[in-house]
């Protein structure tokens, strides 16, 4: 059995996720989704932010960001965990195309990898500072960790991040109360030793926005959270309002609890601040074992207090990382080269270019990377949402229904991605300074209202016609179909009519189809003049997007 066909592995990557393999229970699959906040990229870049721009400054960016991100990643999360889908083929149907989220898939891809470089680079310090290993080689050890502990996904995933929850509460827990408890927390809380001399100067709205656009980046993290909530067990009348609560705050609760963890990182950051330089505080092994040696009194046991912290906490997130990180380049190169050697294969391309990073030394220039993507990742998901909610639910300009599978979507749709492009390319322009300093501040807002403004307008102009190429005649059941090539049954709602094999074939299997040439549907790049739109395919119900 090859690595593709391994369930233990795959997690059904690449295709619709079958009620018979989601069996965790909406609270495991919480506590899966909620590693992130156990990041120490957070206590990292919060010190940073501070630093650089003061506390109100932060606090205040870090809430308008948490305000835009929240209803945004509202929306993709509820759609993830009712569709069973990954946020790739979630893409595909509202209004990118089959191809056209190719490019999302590397955005996304790059997205992940950033964070475990990043996330990485802070392991590796904890690493040296243990053993007094080279920095470098320190990278290399910790890249290798991350391969055996995410080659087996959720099956493994879960149980792990359950088992070490109260560890990591416990030890966490320990830092923040010695930190509350120092003489003049809440004034060093504020008024942190470190701040800069432009951190200064008081609430500029200049700086908030600088920021919130920043912050805007982790609007993206709703992929990572939702390759966990496609794992959601269906709804039903006695587990509803667990089941909302879970969706709720194991996706957009990220935000919340991004400003959580502002708070308890600038607590601990206050307290460091009185003890040692601006370059310890933002390095998070440094940091807590500057805040343990108040409660122990002894340097070496509050290293190991902190190290073992921030061992954990960063194997816990880039368990995610990995695995996210290879779902997106499963989904990038099964269309690109037709071929899926299994999810497990592309851990290995993840590691090994996030090793690449931390030794460019990711570490110290990841706010202007994020400063950067944000541009990109926050067009992507407002072309996203604007498709989700406004095109298919208010305005009626898309069909009602989720289609993902390649025999049935155009190669491009220009609603989605063509709004996206625009939104990102307008937003680059304007963060290179085209439209002065303030635009620049600005960009991923700006990139942000055009994703959002523009998917109906294209919508309207093309008329709904560039979102269904064709239609599948197939059993109005819940049952299971034969794939005509991989020999396994699966859910109708994967399945596809293929008249290359003459058969049924399961949309994994039509994805890495190489010698059909697009068989089924002769007019993949662009409508037939005089098309009409195609409406609801028959083997899925119309399911209204609920969010709440």
Same mark, same amino acid.
């Given at each position: 059995?090859?690595l593709?066909d391994?369930?233990?592995? %795959?997690?059904?990557?690449l295709? $619709?996720?079958?009620?018979?393999f ?8 919480f506590l &899966? ?9 957070? $206590?990292?870049l919060?010190a ?11 606090l205040v960016?870090f809430?308008?960001a948490?305000?835009?991100t929240?209803p ?7 759609a993830i ?8 083929l =979630?893409?595909?149907?509202?209004g990118?195309g ?9 955005v ?5 990898l ?5 996330e +990485?680079a ?10 007094? !290993?080279?920095?470098?080689l &320190?990278y290399v050890?910790?890249?290798a960790?991350?391969i055996?502990l ?5 099956s493994f995933?879960?149980k ?5 929850? @109260? ?10 109360g010695? *930190? ?8 060093n809380?504020?008024h ?5 001399p432009?951190?200064?100067?008081? =609430?500029?709205?200049?700086a908030?926005?600088?920021i919130a656009?920043?912050?805007l ?5 709703v992929? %990572?959270?939702g ?19 879970a ?10 609890f991004?400003?959580?963890i502002?708070?308890?990182s ?8 009185t003890k040692v330089?601006?370059?310890h505080?933002?390095i998070?092994?440094d940091l807590?074992?500057?805040?343990? #040696? ?15 912290l921030?061992? !954990?906490?960063?194997?816990?997130i ?5 695995y ?8 990038f ?5 037709h071929?899926h ?8 391309l ?9 030794e ?11 400063a950067? $993507?944000?541009n990109? +990742?926050?067009a992507w998901?407002g072309a996203?949402v604007?498709d989700?909610?406004?095109n298919k ?7 009602? #229904? =989720?289609?993902?599978?390649?025999a049935?979507?155009?190669h491009?749709?220009?609603? +989605?991605?063509g ?5 990102g ?7 290179y300074?085209?439209?002065g ?16 403004v523009?998917?109906p307008?294209v919508?309207?102009?093309?008329r ?10 197939l059993p %109005?059941?819940?049952g #299971? ?5 991989c ?21 994994l299997?039509?994805?890495?189809e +190489? *010698?059909?040439h697009d068989?089924?549907?002769?007019n993949a790049?662009?409508? @037939? ?7 609801m395919?028959k083997?899925?119900?119309?399911k %209204?997007l #609920?969010?709440?």
């Amino acid at each position: 059995m090859g690595l593709a066909d391994n369930p233990q592995m %795959e997690d059904y990557s690449l295709r $619709y996720t079958p009620a018979a393999f989601r069996k965790w229970s909406p609270w495991m699959v919480f506590l &899966s989704c909620l590693v992130g906040i156990s990041a120490m990229a957070g $206590y990292a870049l919060d010190a940073a932010f501070v630093d650089a721009f003061g506390f109100s400054n932060a606090l205040v960016g870090f809430l308008v960001a948490a305000a835009v991100t929240l209803p945004l990643t509202l929306v993709i999360a509820f759609a993830i965990a009712r569709k069973h889908v990954d946020i790739d083929l =979630l893409t595909r149907g509202s209004g990118f195309g089959y191809l056209g989220s190719t490019l999302t898939s590397l955005v996304y891809a790059t997205y992940t990898l950033i964070f475990l470089a990043y996330e +990485g680079a802070i392991m590796a310090q904890a690493v040296t500072a243990l053993t007094h !290993l080279d920095i470098h080689l &320190s990278y290399v050890v910790v890249s290798a960790v991350m391969i055996p502990l995410t080659l087996y996904g959720m099956s493994f995933s879960a149980k792990f991040q359950a088992w070490t929850w @109260p560890i990591w509460i416990a030890l966490i827990g320990l830092a923040l109360g010695t *930190a509350a408890t120092a003489p003049d927390a809440g004034h060093n809380m504020v008024h942190p030793a470190t701040v800069s001399p432009t951190g200064l100067a008081g =609430l500029t709205v200049l700086a908030v926005f600088t920021i919130a656009a920043a912050q805007l980046s982790l609007a993206t993290q709703v992929g %990572e959270q939702g390759d966990y909530l496609r794992l959601m067990p269906d709804p039903t009348a006695r587990n509803r309002g667990r089941w909302r609560l879970a969706v709720i705050m194991g996706g957009p609760g990220f935000a919340l609890f991004a400003v959580g963890i502002f708070f308890a990182s600038t607590l601990l950051v206050g307290y460091a601040s009185t003890k040692v330089d601006a370059a310890h505080v933002g390095i998070p092994v440094d940091l807590f074992t500057t805040v343990y #040696e108040r409660l122990t009194g002894n340097h070496t046991v509050a290293l190991v207090l902190a190290g073992l912290l921030v061992l !954990l906490s960063q194997i816990k997130i880039n368990i995610m990382n990995t695995y996210s990180g290879s779902l997106s380049w499963s989904n990038f190169f099964s269309r690109l080269l037709h071929r899926h050697p299994g999810r497990a294969a592309w851990v290995f391309l993840q590691v090994g270019l996030s090793l690449v990073l931390m030794e460019i030394d990711i570490f110290n220039h990841i706010v202007e990377v994020l400063a950067w $993507y944000s541009n990109v +990742g926050v067009a992507w998901i407002g072309a996203m949402v604007a498709d989700l909610v406004i095109n298919k639910r208010w305005l009626k300009l898309a069909p009602p #229904e =989720l289609v993902f599978h390649r025999a049935h979507l155009y190669h491009v749709n220009p609603v +989605g991605f063509g709004s996206m492009i625009v939104a990102g390319a307008v937003s680059m322009i304007a963060y290179y300074g085209a439209f002065g300093a303030t635009a620049a501040a600005l960009s991923p807002f700006i990139a942000l209202v055009l994703a959002i403004v523009l998917p109906p307008v294209v919508a309207l102009a093309t008329r709904g016609r560039w979102y269904i190429a064709r239609l599948s005649e197939l059993p %109005e059941n819940d049952g #299971e179909l034969p794939c005509s090539v991989c020999g396994g049954d699966y859910d109708v709602v994967d399945m596809a009519t293929c008249p290359h094999h003459g058969g049924t074939i399961c949309s994994l299997c039509c994805s890495t189809e +190489g *010698a059909c040439h697009d068989a089924c549907k002769p007019n993949a790049w662009r409508p @037939p003049k005089g098309a009409v739109p195609l409406g609801m395919p028959k083997f899925a119900p119309v399911k %209204e997007l #609920e969010v709440a």
